[in-house]
């Protein structure tokens, strides 16, 4: 794994590796004992992402070269690839990109010559959000096999839901999708359920956002949450077992009862909390794999 770009890349053995990484992690600190830097270039508004790519670099001892688009060279036109190589050229040690683009990422593999994660490509994909996601079921059931899964909300514009809903089919999951009429998306092969029928017999319901800013508004009221999302109704029909998973930010009372955030099926802050040691384990084993850091180090987190 030279860089961690899609979910696609990853076969289970890869998946499951990374989850368990990310466990050793939660129980064992461990620094880095040389000096390392990474750039986190986020060039779409992000809070969780950002922020927890920062706890986990700094958590590894890690120097983190901050980045703010509206206040760089992107004002004066500035291309990402320039920007990027300019990050690789001052020493950067791995790149952590955000970009509206789907496929921001084809025009710098081949010209750069430092590890670079994804942290959300536009409609394209978002893998590290896929890996906190995995780790938060995998904690919940221990398996995926079998497991029914529905993503439910604005599927067409949701990075999230393309990631997902890749990694759960080769994981075993059962999945299906749920969306409102023109949120649903041809281009993704699997089942749609209403959300009553979801509610019912799905283990894990993992809502999805209206992505407001990547089209014009169709639905912003109230009647959305009846038909489409999870109301305290349908929270009730769940399985017994069943959990409720977002990627947040909560457009709250639309996707979702403004109570179930935090009730006790939701493990929404639990996923950001495992965030931090899956980007950890994700970073660790990219600079591994360029030879940034070397087995003894990886050896000592075991
Ligand atoms: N889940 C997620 O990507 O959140 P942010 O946009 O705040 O990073």
Redesign the pocket.
Known sequence: MRNFLSVNQLNSKEIFSIIEAAERFRNKQLSIDKQVFAANLFFE??????MSFIVAQKKLGIEVLDFHSEASSVLKGETLYDTARTFESIGANVLVIRHGDDTWYDELIHGLQVPIINA?AGKGG?PT?CMLDLATIYQEYGYFNGLKVVIAGDIKHSRVARSNAQALKKLGANVYLSAAPGFDDPLLDFPYLSMDEAAEICDVVMLLRIQHERHEAIYRDSCYLETFGLTRDREKRMKDRAIILH???INRGIEIDTSLVECKRSRIFKQMENGVYVRMAIIMKLLHEWGIINDSIEKRNK
């Open positions: 508004p992000s809070t969780r992402t950002k959300g978002h959000q990627p947040a930010p």
